[in-house]
């Protein structure tokens, strides 16, 4: 009777008959009776009572005795800190987190910290509240953060009266989210002018989150402010360490232009950023040792960059380019060759392919400018390359066409080439009317069909010139007379005859003078 009136009325010096009842009833196993007299004594609501009661062994057919008094207490009202924690933490591990929640909303748990903590792993938002009525504002502000409700947390902080450790607070929220982190530093830029980028940098780095620190520091330093300079440079060299493609798309944007140049120039060059690297050096001899990747750079973008070198820094960087790789570079040096000709100078760019064997460059190359050049020079040139190639018919062309280069020099270069097909010499001793010449070279050098070729097929006129000259050396009269025939009615007779009279053979002409009368077709 007297503990049914203590426990009602909550009268105070009944303790120690609450724990002599208590203990007697766990003596005697019963449990049941134990249960309800902790229940019903304040002082006995303790962990110490929990840790008895969890101990005791189960009976037949009777829930845990633990269980017991959770259950009787709920039913008669609500749980303190410790026996909330005894309760949560089975219903958390059989992830009946919707029980727990539903015993808060009806005030029968007792919020706190270490009930937020416990139910932090498996929901956010339920402990974000447990924490909100436990007055912890730390953890109230990283389950803010961590939910992405990043708006609602300097409201709260003033509200509260709290002043977080960002700092903190960011490597809090990195262990558990690195996104998430990464987030709230950046929407921290708006809120807090005079946070320490650099400190919340070294969070990010420091750990290796460099995607996270990356994004952070992309944002901060947007402004590009020459102060930033530094902070630059540490994100370019982290993402060239470990995302080169990233801090390509940094450079690429020309984003920043306080950065320490040589030093994210050498970081490009490791990483086979080539372009980057160029774009960063200023020494020649960076620039020549990285200008020989020339065939993995867009061949748009060299010729642009060549336009910002000199003309001494650009014949290096040309010369290097064939000797360090020529079959990879040939193509692109032609390219630049042609586009900075005017600058360079012909004659300049001619003696770098020369210099390096490479008939091929020096080809190609003038071909791009033969047919505008007026320098007789770089015309002989070319011809002499096409010779070295086998380019016949583009000799013939600019033999035919061209009207600058020096027909003297020209024949006598291609006399000493003694090409297969004569036809070019043909052609330039035809224009320059070096026919004598002519016939004697390939007479001497035994191209007698070449001598047909040019009177019956380049210029039958000439035929004159050319008997002149087969006499002069002595030609067998039946070939003359053969050829005469080949070019009936072509050729104008009286210089004909005028050339052979003064050679005293007009004997020779008689067959063709008969030949020419009966056809009636008389040249004079």
């Given at each position: 009777m007297a503990l049914n009136l203590a426990s009602r009325s909550g009268l105070p010096g009944a303790e120690n008959?609450?724990?002599?009842?208590?203990?007697?009833?766990?003596?005697?196993?019963?449990?049941?009776?134990?249960?309800?007299?902790?229940?019903?004594?304040?002082?006995?609501?303790?962990?110490?009572?929990?840790?008895?009661?969890?101990?005791?062994?189960?009976?037949?057919?009777?829930?845990?005795?633990?269980?017991?008094y959770l259950v009787y207490l709920l039913d008669r009202g609500s749980l303190n800190k410790f026996e909330t924690l005894e309760l949560a933490r089975p219903l958390i591990q059989q992830q009946r987190i919707e029980t727990l929640e539903k015993y808060l909303k009806e005030d029968k748990l007792d919020y706190s910290e270490?009930?937020?903590?416990?139910?932090?792993?498996?929901?956010?938002?339920?402990?974000?509240?447990?924490?909100?009525?436990?007055?912890?504002?730390?953890?109230?502000?990283?389950?803010?953060?961590?939910?992405?409700?990043?708006?609602?947390?300097?409201?709260?902080?003033?509200?509260?009266?709290y002043n977080p450790n960002f700092t903190i607070l960011i490597q809090n929220i990195l262990r558990v989210n690195p996104d998430k982190a990464a987030e709230f530093a950046t929407s921290l830029l708006a809120t807090q002018p005079d946070i320490d980028i650099q400190q919340i940098a070294d969070i990010f780095l420091s750990q290796?989150?460099?995607?996270?620190?990356?994004?952070?520091?992309?944002?901060?330093?947007?402004?590009?402010?020459?102060?930033?300079?530094?902070?630059?440079?540490?994100?370019?060299?982290?993402?060239?360490?470990?995302?080169?493609q990233v801090a390509?798309?940094?450079?690429?944007?020309?984003?920043?232009?306080?950065?320490d140049k040589p030093v994210i120039a050498a970081l490009c060059e490791k990483a086979g950023l080539f372009q980057r690297a160029l774009e960063q050096y200023e020494d020649i001899k960076d620039i020549k040792r990285v200008i020989v990747h020339a065939g993995n750079l867009p061949v748009d973008w060299l010729i642009s960059y060549f336009g910002k070198l000199n003309v001494e820094q650009t014949v290096a960087c040309l010369r290097e380019m064939l000797s360090s790789n020529m079959a990879q570079n040939l193509q692109v040096v032609i390219?630049?060759?042609?586009?900075?000709?005017?600058?360079?100078g012909p004659i300049t760019l001619i003696k770098i392919f020369e210099d390096f064997k490479c008939v091929e460059g020096e080809y190609y190359y003038l071909a791009?400018?033969?047919?505008?050049?007026?320098?007789?020079?770089?015309?002989?040139?070319?011809?002499?390359?096409?010779?070295?190639?086998?380019?016949?018919?583009?000799?013939?062309?600019?033999?035919?066409?061209?009207?600058v280069y020096n027909g003297e020099k020209v024949k006598n270069f291609l006399k000493e080439a003694k090409l297969d097909d004569q036809l070019p010499l043909i052609v330039v001793c035809d224009?320059?009317?070096?026919?004598?010449?002519?016939?004697?070279?390939?007479?001497?050098?035994?191209?007698?069909?070449?001598?047909?070729?040019?009177?019956?097929?380049?210029?039958?006129?000439?035929?004159?010139?050319?008997?002149?000259?087969?006499?002069?050396?002595?030609?067998?009269e039946n070939i003359i007379k053969s050829l005469l025939q080949s070019v009936l009615g072509q050729v104008p007779i009286g210089e004909l005859c005028e050339e052979v009279e003064k050679r005293n053979r007009l004997k020779i002409l008689l067959p063709f003078l008969e030949a020419t009368l009966n056809s009636e077709e008389i040249h004079i």
């Amino acid at each position: 009777m007297a503990l049914n009136l203590a426990s009602r009325s909550g009268l105070p010096g009944a303790e120690n008959l609450f724990n002599q009842q208590f203990n007697q009833s766990l003596s005697n196993g019963d449990y049941q009776s134990a249960v309800k007299i902790a229940a019903s004594s304040p002082n006995l609501r303790t962990p110490d009572t929990i840790s008895r009661l969890k101990n005791l062994p189960q009976q037949q057919g009777q829930p845990a005795p633990i269980l017991q008094y959770l259950v009787y207490l709920l039913d008669r009202g609500s749980l303190n800190k410790f026996e909330t924690l005894e309760l949560a933490r089975p219903l958390i591990q059989q992830q009946r987190i919707e029980t727990l929640e539903k015993y808060l909303k009806e005030d029968k748990l007792d919020y706190s910290e270490e009930l937020g903590d416990a139910i932090k792993p498996f929901n956010v938002t339920l402990s974000l509240a447990v924490y909100y009525k436990s007055n912890v504002p730390a953890k109230v502000v990283q389950c803010l953060a961590e939910l992405g409700e990043f708006d609602k947390i300097l409201p709260f902080c003033e509200k509260v009266g709290y002043n977080p450790n960002f700092t903190i607070l960011i490597q809090n929220i990195l262990r558990v989210n690195p996104d998430k982190a990464a987030e709230f530093a950046t929407s921290l830029l708006a809120t807090q002018p005079d946070i320490d980028i650099q400190q919340i940098a070294d969070i990010f780095l420091s750990q290796n989150y460099i995607q996270q620190g990356t994004a952070f520091l992309l944002d901060a330093l947007k402004e590009d402010k020459p102060a930033d300079g530094h902070l630059q440079t540490r994100l370019l060299e982290v993402n060239l360490l470990h995302a080169p493609q990233v801090a390509d798309a940094i450079l690429g944007n020309s984003m920043f232009s306080h950065f320490d140049k040589p030093v994210i120039a050498a970081l490009c060059e490791k990483a086979g950023l080539f372009q980057r690297a160029l774009e960063q050096y200023e020494d020649i001899k960076d620039i020549k040792r990285v200008i020989v990747h020339a065939g993995n750079l867009p061949v748009d973008w060299l010729i642009s960059y060549f336009g910002k070198l000199n003309v001494e820094q650009t014949v290096a960087c040309l010369r290097e380019m064939l000797s360090s790789n020529m079959a990879q570079n040939l193509q692109v040096v032609i390219q630049l060759a042609t586009k900075y000709s005017d600058l360079i100078g012909p004659i300049t760019l001619i003696k770098i392919f020369e210099d390096f064997k490479c008939v091929e460059g020096e080809y190609y190359y003038l071909a791009s400018i033969v047919n505008v050049t007026q320098d007789s020079e770089v015309v002989l040139k070319y011809i002499q390359a096409a010779a070295s190639l086998g380019q016949v018919k583009e000799i013939e062309r600019i033999a035919r066409d061209n009207n600058v280069y020096n027909g003297e020099k020209v024949k006598n270069f291609l006399k000493e080439a003694k090409l297969d097909d004569q036809l070019p010499l043909i052609v330039v001793c035809d224009r320059y009317n070096f026919v004598h010449d002519l016939v004697l070279y390939l007479y001497k050098n035994q191209y007698f069909k070449f001598i047909e070729v040019y009177v019956q097929q380049v210029n039958p006129s000439k035929t004159p010139q050319v008997v002149a000259a087969l006499l002069d050396v002595d030609c067998d009269e039946n070939i003359i007379k053969s050829l005469l025939q080949s070019v009936l009615g072509q050729v104008p007779i009286g210089e004909l005859c005028e050339e052979v009279e003064k050679r005293n053979r007009l004997k020779i002409l008689l067959p063709f003078l008969e030949a020419t009368l009966n056809s009636e077709e008389i040249h004079i």
